[in-house]
């Protein structure tokens, strides 16, 4: 019973037990928590100055 971690690009992992959801960007409440984490220093931009194209919460 290890840890499972999941790949989600660019040499970055996340830890299966801690996702909760994988959503899109472009609905507006995802696009207020994007800020608001953004605001609290709480987001993790993992894109590397691509386009957006998957929410990891």
């Not at 970055?12 to 994007?34: D, T, Y």
């Not at 609290?40 to 194209?53: F, K, Q």
């Amino acid at each position: 019973m290890g840890i499972k971690l999941i790949n989600i690009g660019f040499g970055n992992i996340v830890s299966a037990n801690r996702l909760v959801a994988i959503v899109s960007p472009e609905s507006a409440p995802i696009k207020r928590i994007i800020q608001e984490a953004r605001d609290r220093g709480m987001l993790i931009d993992a894109t590397y100055g691509r386009r957006t194209r998957a929410v990891i919460i």
